[in-house]
């Protein structure tokens, strides 16, 4: 089957640095996504990665490893306005979307 | 990107009664919509593909005679959850796929909140 891992909930204080971490396991694949949501929100496209490596836009970065169907996404010098849910999506071979069921980001001062 | 339009925001219904969702592309043709239903503290789950010009296709353990999907052109879709229950109380999104190749990008109407009575 199809599964998309992420940690549940996650907690950080302001002008830190988080990672979140993603593990996939899919039948093929077409790239991975990251989403930021708000409570009571619809999705925002924070990223798209389809090979390997570091892509970097401002305070977010996401990396991919293929081979061990793995991401995660680095947020930097945090702000109390990330607190949201980031949720990993990866497009099957189908190009299909497989939503992970988010990680809770807190933020605190 | 792509801007999507949602209407209503939210809404309150009494319990067996149709509700209607609109979701608008208003600067994209898409030839397909998604619409996705997520229940609190959990992941979006899609609920079926919205084909203009043709019938959806639905997931698995989503009932097409409960929730009709309208693809009426290339701006324009609708979910009409018919006999609304308690238990459809969630919010619905909608959304469009836009880009080729690499740029493959998915983007989100504002969603719906429904709370059935």
């Known amino acids: 089957g199809q599964n998309i891992d992420q940690p549940t909930e996650m907690t950080a204080t302001e002008g830190a640095i988080v990672q979140i971490n993603c593990t996939y396991q899919?039948?093929?694949?077409?790239?991975l996504f990251w989403y930021q949501q708000h409570a009571g929100e619809a999705p925002t496209f924070l990223s798209y990665n389809v090979l390997d490596g570091l892509e970097e836009k401002g305070r977010f970065s996401s990396f991919l490893s293929r081979s061990k169907g793995y991401s995660y996404l680095l947020l930097k010098e945090l702000q109390m306005k990330d607190s949201a849910s980031y949720l990993c999506a990866v497009m099957d071979s189908n190009y299909q979307l497989i939503w992970g069921a988010g990680t809770k980001l807190i933020i605190k001062p | 990107g792509a801007v999507v339009s949602q209407h209503p925001s939210w809404v309150i219904c009494k319990s067996g009664t149709s509700v209607k969702i609109e979701c608008r592309s208003l600067d994209f043709q898409a030839t397909t919509m998604f619409w996705y239903r997520q229940f609190p503290k959990q992941s979006l789950m899609l609920m079926a593909t919205s084909n203009e010009g043709s019938k959806a296709t639905y997931e698995q353990g989503v009932e097409k005679d409960k929730f009709l999907i309208n693809h009426a052109s290339l701006t324009l879709s609708t979910l009409t959850v018919t006999s609304a229950h308690p238990e459809d109380s969630s919010f619905y999104i909608c959304?469009?796929?836009?880009?080729?190749?690499?740029?493959?990008?998915?983007?989100f109407g504002p969603g719906t909140r429904l709370t059935v009575l």
């Open positions: 899919t039948s093929g694949f077409n790239g």
């Open positions: 959304s469009v796929r836009g880009g080729t190749g690499e740029a493959i990008e998915q983007f």
